[in-house]
């Protein structure tokens, strides 16, 4: 299939299921409100912990699925690292498509269903910009992306790739050829992409390699993360990294089997302590940052 010649389409033309204005704010008193009533014993004690870890000085590797920049979460993650509390985010390719698209235009999530029918799904040009960047760069997938969303892109403060950037924390993408949107476009080139993503790896099993007492959340990614974060763990402990004894938790809306028994369950069989929460991200996520805050004050 000679995918130079996929017609493209300017993202103006597309419509967004999710703009700025449904994106969540941490200093809200509404958001601060609407968690009055809800209640998780399982969060208090991973705020707890992530809490304790910060002063202690140990790491948390935060791995996001897309879902959550979807779910309007952004600013929570900012949050957190602007605190210091996370030291490492990784997202998968779709997650670092939605960041991008949101930055540059303040929405994202196209009508799958719609645009399917036409094979105009996954077609706006703009998107493939992040193509262009890592075609450019000998670097890291996020760290590239996050500089030029940092340099150029207006809505840059809603950004996970842009603030990590900014704050000088590893941003990591890791990608699965053929999974995302930019894929499809005539500028992908996928030498570039498994180079810039391939440092990303080795930049995540870094990370994975001093996380000894720390602590590693997986949150709505139910493949790609799961499977990546214990390819690193193996190469940190094959190296001869003491990663023996840490906290990991996967919060996600339904239970799937990689993040509970790759993230969960095998890392800490041998020490250790796992957490799987189940619930909205839109509840969860405000309510354990919520919670962090008040550990942390205390």
Known sequence: MDLTRVKLHPIGER???VSLKDFLTPESKVERHRLADYRNESLDELAETIAETHRNKKKTITMLGAHVIKCGLSLYVIRLMERGIITHVALNGAGAIHDFEVALIGATSEY???N??????GMARETGKINEIINGTDGGFGESVGRYVQDNLEFKQFSILANAYRLGIPVTVHVAIGTDIIHQHPNFDGASTGRASYRDFTILASSVANLDKGVVLNIGSAVVLPEVFLKALSVAKNLGY???TFTA???DMIDHYRPRVNVVERPTSHGGRGFVILGRHERTIPYLYQQIMRALSS
């Open 15 to 17: 419509r967004h299921k």
């Open 249 to 251: 938790a996967n919060l």
């Open 242 to 244: 003491s990663v023996s």
């Open 112 to 114: 799958v269903e719609k």
């Open 116 to 121: 399917l029918v036409d094979g105009s799904f």
